[in-house]
């Protein structure tokens, strides 16, 4: 579509019902992995996507539920699985954002890359070098990123090169269950990194 063309002159009257945002439910859904209690979502957008992060999270053990009104019931309590596939991944970038919380809670992860083999455009190195600051040992392999943890991550000062939402996001989950401190600089200040706080 090049142009809307718009005859105004005319009241609007009525009323819509607003959804929530795609960029604030999809990383609240992967924030689920950080905690065994049942979280509940409501007013999740309904979109492609987040049927995508439902089926990941599926895919780990994760029980989830979904009612007709968009209320997204999410028990991570059994979680089987710390890979998330590329069958997954590659669909949804917001998908990677399930390294971080795993990787805190469970002290291990297995994540592809989103782009598959190749890290592409939108670079995820700033969420590997946070994570790697946190304590983390991280190897890329075969499309995947794998780390794991000896013990808790351990909070410190992460400065980003340059600001990433998705970086932000995955560090932040992260260091909810480290030990100690972790400041987060030069990080992004978008209205979803808000909601996820």
């Known amino acids: 579509m090049d142009k809307l063309q718009i005859q105004g002159g ?3 009257d009525g009323q819509i019902r607003v959804s ?3 960029n604030a439910a999809l990383p609240i859904f992967a924030g689920s992995l950080l905690t065994a209690e049942p979280v509940t ?3 999740s957008p309904h979109l492609h996507d987040v049927t995508t992060m439902i089926e990941l999270l ?3 053990g994760v029980g989830v539920s979904l009612d007709e009104n968009m209320q997204v019931e999410i028990t991570a309590e059994n979680v089987s699985s710390f890979c998330a596939p590329y069958e997954l991944v590659k669909t949804m970038r917001a998908s990677f954002l399930v390294l ?3 990787l805190a809670r469970f002290g291990e ?3 592809s890359l989103p782009g598959g083999c190749a890290i592409g455009s939108r670079p995820v190195d700033q969420h590997l070098k946070g994570l790697r600051a946190l ?3 991280i190897e890329v392999a075969d499309g995947y990123v794998r780390a794991h943890t000896n013990g808790r991550l351990v909070g410190c000062d992460v400065h980003m090169d340059l600001v990433t939402v998705g970086g932000t ?3 932040m989950m992260a260091a909810t269950l480290a030990t100690g401190t972790t400041r987060l600089f030069n990080s992004a200040c978008e209205p979803e990194i808000v909601d996820l706080g």
């Open 10 to 12: 005319t009241p609007l």
């Open 20 to 22: 929530g945002a795609k």
């Open 41 to 43: 979502i409501s007013n």
């Open 58 to 60: 599926a895919c780990l």
């Open 100 to 102: 971080g919380p795993l």
């Open 109 to 111: 992860a297995e994540v």
């Open 135 to 137: 304590g983390a040992e």
């Open 169 to 171: 996001q995955n560090l």
